[in-house]
T-cell receptor
Framework: DTGVSQDPRHKITKRGQNVTFRCDPI?????LYWYRQTLGQGPEFLTY????????KSRLLSDRFSAERPKGSFSTLEIQRTEQGDSAMYLC???????????FGPGTRLTVL | GESVGLHLPTLSVQEGDNSIINCAYS??????FIWYKQESGKGPQFIID?????DKRQGQRVTVLLNKTVKHLSLQIAATQPGDSAVYFC???????????FGRGTSLIVHP
């Protein structure tokens, strides 16, 4: 257990529905990252926050995706109008600013039917 | 575009043998490299890292070698144990970015 938790661990939804995932980072970590991972591939960066500010977004983050970190602690990732191609593992990681080592949560596995 | 990749998708070894997992990278601006281990149902776990001003770094039972001339790094695991069975990813960072770019994983299978 790295200290980063994600909820839910699994989510099955129908195409067109909205889903929201939560990440609770290690409490003293001010950076929080979201990644997407498909089978056999490495994680792909989506976005990251430093405290409550969203500092970088990947071009993979379409307008159906939105992430927030309102109080600089936990974060949510919402996917609107889900598509089958959104099926993947969504990973959250946290780190201290200026430190390269990121600590990953267990991920939320999304299946879009 | 530039990318990070792995030579072998699956590596099978006997318990007690040494394992070597290889990774090629193409971004010459990368100056920091990381190896992650990912067990089934878990997120990636940091194993060891190395900066571009080094060519070797050792940890507990693991060694990372970096060859900048051919843009290659490897992860050596000594006395491989069944608990080492997992998917291993290399990742590279550079240009002041804190966002790692991951390559495709190598599945390590350790037979008892």
């Amino acid at each position: 257990d790295t200290g980063v938790s994600q909820d839910p661990r699994h989510k099955i939804t129908k195409r067109g529905q909205n889903v929201t995932f939560r990440c609770d980072p290690i409490s003293e970590h001010n950076r929080l990252y979201w990644y997407r991972q498909t089978l056999g591939q490495g994680p792909e960066f989506l976005t990251y926050f430093q405290n409550e500010a969203q500092l970088e977004k990947s071009r993979l983050l379409s307008d159906r995706f939105s992430a927030e970190r309102p109080k600089g602690s936990f974060s949510t990732l919402e996917i609107q109008r889900t598509e089958q191609g959104d099926s993947a593992m969504y990973l959250c990681a946290s780190s201290l600013a200026g430190r390269n080592e990121q600590f990953f949560g267990p991920g939320t596995r999304l299946t879009v039917l | 575009g530039e990318s990070v990749g792995l030579h072998l998708p699956t590596l099978s070894v006997q318990e007690g043998d040494n394992s070597i997992i290889n990774c090629a990278y193409s971004n010459s601006a990368s100056d920091y490299f990381i190896w992650y281990k990912q067990e089934s149902g878990k997120g990636p776990q940091f194993i060891i890292d190395i900066r571009s001003n080094m060519d070797k770094r050792q940890g507990q039972r693991v060694t990372v070698l970096l060859n900048k001339t051919v843009k290659h790094l490897s992860l050596q695991i000594a006395a491989t144990q069944p608990g080492d069975s997992a998917v291993y990813f290399c990742a590279e960072m550079g240009g002041g970015s804190y966002i790692p770019t991951f390559g495709r994983g190598t599945s390590l299978i350790v037979h008892p």
